[in-house]
């Protein structure tokens, strides 16, 4: 498969489960983000890779926590999450020096 | 003020006339501009970038106004293919990394 995946597409948690998404690049983009859309609420940017290093954490829950094993996979690790976590989680690549992100298909969460 | 504004819509337009949107940014040192474009469920695709000398791209057309902060989209002899929801996006360096801001979004529908 090219470009970049996602998977779960769809996901149902309770509020005591541990998850993970996952997201994969076949682009060989160097720099990966975590982006949350919530219904009438712009793109909010959650965490940036750039060459495997965490650059950004725009002030995210401890709640949700990133892990980039190397260039080409990204993982966001989710715990103990609250109804108002539901949204859909979109991963996101992009070459360091490049304004250009090309998305996954995202995965829907729902926390109950 | 919103980083980057955009009127919600929805735009009901009958198939073959022309439409444009408008965005405005707020921050003067943004350095890049795109529209993306999001399907009902789906991921945001990039749709093309916005120069200041403009950039047309078939019957899409894409603008930049530094000097009063906004950028806009006209799309001409609209398809019903067109109907999703057009998002503006402004960049610029941040840290290191080129952070990437997101717009609500216009919704536009093409009417047969």
């Known amino acids: 498969e090219t470009g970049v995946t996602q998977t779960p597409r769809h996901l149902v948690m309770g509020m005591t489960n541990k998850k993970s998404l996952k997201c994969e690049q076949h682009?060989?983009?160097?720099?990966m983000y975590w982006y949350k859309q919530s219904a009438k609420k712009p793109l909010e940017l959650m965490f940036v890779?750039?060459?495997?290093?965490?650059?950004e954490n725009n002030s995210v829950p401890s709640r949700f926590s990133p892990e980039c094993p190397n260039s080409s996979h990204l993982f966001l690790h989710l715990h103990t999450l609250q109804p108002e976590d539901s949204a859909l989680y979109l991963c996101?690549?992009?070459?360091?020096?490049?304004?250009?992100?090309?998305f996954g298909p995202g995965t829907r969460l729902t926390v109950t | 003020r919103k980083e980057v504004e955009q009127d919600p819509g929805p735009f009901n337009v009958p198939e073959g006339a022309t439409v444009a949107f408008n965005c405005t940014y707020s921050?003067?040192?943004?350095?890049?501009f795109f529209w993306y474009r999001q399907d009902c469920r789906k991921e945001p695709k990039l749709l093309m970038s916005?120069?200041?000398s403009g950039n047309e791209d078939g019957r899409f057309t894409a603008q930049l106004n530094r000097a009063s902060q906004y950028i806009s989209l006209l799309i001409r002899d609209s398809k019903l293919s067109d109907s999703a929801t057009y998002l503006c996006?402004?960049?610029?360096?941040?840290?290191?990394?080129?952070?990437?801001?997101f717009g609500t979004g216009t919704k536009l529908q093409v009417i047969p």
């Open positions: 996101a690549s992009s070459q360091v020096h490049s304004y250009e992100q090309y």
């Open positions: 682009l060989g983009h160097n720099a």
């Open positions: 890779y750039s060459l495997e290093e965490r650059v």
């Open positions: 921050n003067s040192a943004s350095q890049s």
């Open positions: 916005v120069y200041s």
């Open positions: 996006v402004d960049s610029g360096n941040s840290g290191g990394y080129q952070k990437v801001t």
